[in-house]
């Protein structure tokens, strides 16, 4: 069965420096997706970044890039040069192929950001 | 980006009784979905919905539960009766389709449902 774990409850960092959040998944399927999504403050929910497995290269979009080490089962998220506004809630989350639909989530990392 | 709205924001309704809750997804997507998030913990998934049909439920979506989009309205999860474990967060959410960028889910702000 697959499971999506993040072992960092909560993170703080000073504004402009990068983070990294951490997130191992497990699955059996060859073939799967990963995602990061972040939930603000008023509940709202944004995709922010994927990575397909079968892509050797890390995504990036923006000032998000993904560190993907298959072997380790890993897919950590970089943000660089952090704003306040990245003060959120990001969740890891994975569909594998063979399961349809269903995204599976890791339970959360809380980021602040400081001034 | 697309929005999902979903309303209302927060219900409150006693123990056994019926509660139906609201999702108006992202106009041209094709495929809905439910997910329940318990204070403090992870977002589970319910159930997701593509033409008119269910594709898939955990075990979460119990008998209670039932999910619809008559004529291209709202999407609903109905759930009758409620019990006290049905007090959660629920999230609807909307995919283009599956596969690639299509299927990026586009998530609502979510419905506190608390049952009393």
């Known amino acids: 069965a697959q499971k999506v774990t993040q072992t960092q409850t909560s993170i703080s960092v000073m504004e402009k420096t990068t983070v990294t959040m951490d997130c191992v998944y497990e699955?059996?399927?060859?073939?799967?997706?990963l995602f990061w999504y972040k939930q603000t403050a008023s509940g709202e929910i944004v995709f922010l970044i994927r990575q397909d497995s079968y892509k050797k290269e890390n995504a990036t979009v923006g000032h998000y890039s993904l560190n993907f080490q298959k072997p380790k089962s890993s897919i950590g998220l970089i943000i660089t040069a952090t704003q306040i506004e990245d003060s959120a809630v990001y969740f890891c989350a994975m569909r594998e192929n063979n399961a349809g639909a269903k995204l599976t989530f890791g339970g959360g990392t809380r980021l602040t950001v400081r001034p | 980006g697309p929005k999902v709205l979903q309303i209302p924001s927060h219900q409150i309704i006693d123990m056994g009784q019926m509660v139906t809750l609201n999702c108006d997804p992202v106009s041209n997507h094709l495929y809905f979905y439910w997910y329940k998030q318990i204070l403090g913990q992870q977002m589970e998934f319910l159930v997701n919905?593509?033409?008119?049909?269910?594709?898939?439920k955990s075990k979460l979506f119990k008998d209670q539960f039932s999910v619809e989009r008559p004529d291209g309205s709202y999407f609903t999860l109905k759930i009758q009766p409620t019990a006290l474990e049905d007090s959660a967060v629920y999230f609807c959410a909307s995919s283009l389709g599956l596969g690639g960028s299509a299927e990026t889910l586009y998530f609502g702000s979510g419905t506190r449902l608390t049952v009393l």
């Open positions: 919905f593509y033409n008119g049909k269910v594709m898939e």
């Open positions: 699955t059996q399927d060859s073939s799967y997706f």
